[in-house]
């Protein structure tokens, strides 16, 4: 019984699950998973280990101070000018990267789509994706949309998780890829891995979440049983996708979800195919109602503005992203692999700034019991560092 209810809670950490787990990362644990076989599965271990710890400091920081991180970051830079700038930054990076996303998102989803219904074109149904995400995000109810995006995250867990069952990997070698290894491993690969799974938008996404879910400080704890069973959910789908991948597409180029689930046609079937693609919708739909709304409480939080669902500014945001995404998408001739290079581009930039920003909000004496301990401070430096030099890397690749 009190397992039962500790499911019911699950909510703002499932947002996170559906905001990460969208077409981008289907693509590059496919390419990974094809390309290198099991053993880049530690670094999707380390990847949802880094995201567990810093989506636990956002949540803990939106309930104790009743504020997303976007506000709370405004509230510690006093001087005009670095706020100015800090904006700037921020504001930008988030808007290039989301709609970035964005576009990438709608036109995954419509991938997986179009597999189960060829006669409809991509375009169309990545421009029905879009207004659904419309429609849901102008109903301004927080709680119909957190369990509708809970609902599709269980539905992609499912989808995904059959789909090993029926790969029948080698438990063998699926094992060993969780042991570190740095021998002839392709960075730009690790950065993907990573990159599309730490995402800095989902900080404010949570954050704010949280401060709205939860009223109360006594509710941490279901907040962080929520980040780690939803994270944790996610991150096993990320496994799930490299292992099919590697058990059943070595050597092939999958650039896009929709790759993958034609590739496995004739060898699992239409069952396994059906699966994927169904997985790949869903994903689509969740990050294209996902991103905007980060982008919203992001924007919002920075800028000062009211962090309403129903404030006309607020809709402003998330609206400009959705329709920037669906213009592109109409538009657009760039595969998904490329839109996800932008993407994490804007992600280098941004990333490690907000990670910084967070640690010291979440060491703030007026946290009181609330604020980091030494485990969280030490673990979350070391994140930090490994995240920077990824940045680093990623930018180089990016511009490379």
């Known amino acids: ?3 039962i209810n500790r499911l019911k809670n699950i909510g703002p950490g499932a947002l996170v699950a559906a905001a990460f787990i969208g077409p981008g990362t289907i693509t590059v644990c496919s390419n990974s998973g094809a390309s290198y076989g099991y053993t880049l599965l530690w670094v999707v271990m380390f990847s949802t280990i880094a995201t567990i710890m810093f989506q636990e400091m956002a949540a803990r920081l939106g309930i104790v101070t009743g504020q997303g991180l976007g506000e709370n970051i405004r509230e510690r830079i006093h001087h005009k000018g670095i706020r100015t700038i800090m904006t700037m930054i921020v504001v930008s990076a988030i808007f290039i990267g989301n709609i970035a996303y964005e576009t990438g998102n709608l036109t995954g989803g419509a991938m997986g789509f179009q597999s189960l219904v060829p006669q409809i074109s991509m375009k169309t ?3 029905i994706i879009g207004v659904i995400a419309i429609v849901l995000l102008f109903s301004g109810s927080y709680y119909y949309i957190e369990k509708f995006l809970t609902g599709l995250v269980f539905v992609m867990a499912f989808a995904f998780i ?3 069952i029926l790969s029948k990997p080698d438990m063998g070698e699926v094992l060993k ?15 993907g891995l990573i990159g599309t799974t730490v995402v800095p938008y989902n900080l404010f996404l949570h954050s704010s979440s949280a401060a709205q879910r939860w009223k109360n400080k006594e509710d941490i704890q279901d907040a962080r049983i929520d980040t780690f069973l939803s994270i944790g959910l996610g991150g096993i789908v990320s496994m799930c996708i490299v292992t099919v991948a590697a058990t059943n597409c070595a050597g092939l ?7 993958l689930a034609k590739a496995l046609q004739p060898i699992l079937g239409d069952f396994a195919t059906i699966l994927v693609s169904i997985g790949l919708f869903a994903a689509g739909l969740t990050s294209t109602i996902t991103a905007p709304l980060a982008a919203a409480y992001a924007t919002s939080g920075i800028l000062g503005i009211q962090q309403d669902m129903k404030s006309k500014r607020f809709q402003f945001i998330w609206l400009v992203v959705i329709g920037f995404g669906m213009i592109l998408t109409a538009f657009n001739h760039s595969t998904p692999t490329e839109l996800i290079l932008i993407a994490q581009g804007a992600n280098a930039i941004i990333l490690p700034i907000m990670a910084i920003f967070l640690m010291i909000c979440m060491n703030d004496k007026k946290l009181g ?11 979350g430096v070391v994140i930090l560092m490994i995240t920077i030099a990824i940045c680093i890397k990623n930018i180089m690749e990016v511009i490379g």
Request: hydrophobic share 40%.
């Open 1 to 3: 019984m009190k397992l």
């Open 125 to 127: 149904i990545a421009l």
């Open 162 to 164: 059959l789909t090993t």
């Open 177 to 191: 890829g969780f042991i570190p290894s740095f021998h002839n491993v392709d960075w730009l690969s690790v950065v």
């Open 253 to 259: 180029q999958i650039q896009s979800g929709g790759d």
């Open 369 to 379: 019991k609330y604020r980091n301990g030494k485990l969280s401070n030490g673990m």
